[in-house]
Each structure stands twice: as C-alpha cells, then as structure tokens.
C-alpha cells in the first residue's frame, strides 16, 4: 500500500452495525467489481452485466446473517471511502466449527493494486484466531485471474481443484481452486 494513504479497516458483528449507506457502498462495489469481471459471482447473481438492484438483495441477505459468533463483515475505507471488503463464516457444524471460511473479498476498481485486499486479509487471520477462536481458515477462488498467487504471497496452499466447474461463459469453463491456511 502506498505510505501515504491510510487504511481503516472496520469489523461489523451484528446486522444494525450496518448503515444504510455502508449497505449502498458494498453493493455499488460488489455490482462493480462484477461487472469488471471480477470473481465474486453470488449463486443468487445472473451473470454479469449486473444491476445494483440484481446486487443489494444479495447484501441484504449476507448483512442479516451476521452474528459475532458465526459470520463477520470487514470493511476497508481510506478516507472515508469504501476500498474492499469480504465475510468471514465459521461453520456451526461441531465436526468443523474450529474452520472458517472466506468469502467475497473484494477490492473496489478505482483501489486496486494498492494493498487494500492484503489488508483485508491480514486483519481476517487475526481476528479469526484471537477473536473467534478459529484454527483453520478456507477459500475458494477461480482459476484463470492469478488469485491463487495472491493468496499464496499470504501464506495460503492450494488443497485441490474442481476442473472446470465454473461457466464463466460459453466455452470458457475455470477450475475452482481449494485454498487453505492454518492459524
């Protein structure tokens, strides 16, 4: 990240913790790194071009899911303005409840490539060990946007593929890649 910008990055825990302005932000980003072929297509999504209103049921959805044992939002800002964000999910299952995934993140267009998505991920491993009192966290990425180098500089390994699962369009299918890290 460049020295002279500064990242805050925000935990939200409980859905009301959630504006209705921070909501609007993380759906104008997430209908915005879509449609510029992002990897963060939601199953409940059509395919790209997206809407902002084919996105904000969606972040509904995942904003009602949030609770400080099971599922947390964390938001990058740089000087007030929203640069990534992404979910981390422990699975209540008791066979796997030490595990916890992580989903959607995303870094805005205009904030690439300056370290925001580290950051992110960087403040995701603390606060899934020291705070939730994970061991383990996964991830899924598509194969074919260099993401797994990404996650591999950060110290996760692939833990296998899925060939060809994913239909970005027709004739071009992409593995989805198994990523894990220990905590």
Known sequence: METSETCEILQIARPHEVTPGLGQQLTECWTTVSNAGGAVIAAEFPLPPLTTRDVAPVVRQLVEGLDPRRGRLLVATTEGELAGWLVLRRD???????????????THTRFRGRGFGAALMHRV???AREEMGLERLNLTARDGLGLEDF??????VETGRR???LRVAPGDDRDEI?????L
């Open 178 to 182: 198994l990523m894990s890290r220990t």
């Open 151 to 156: 996650y591999r500089r950060l110290g996760w």
């Open 163 to 165: 060939p060809g699962v």
């Open 92 to 106: 209540p299952h008791p066979l796997v409840a030490h595990c916890g995934v992580v989903n959607h993140l995303q």
């Open 125 to 127: 491993h603390h606060i």
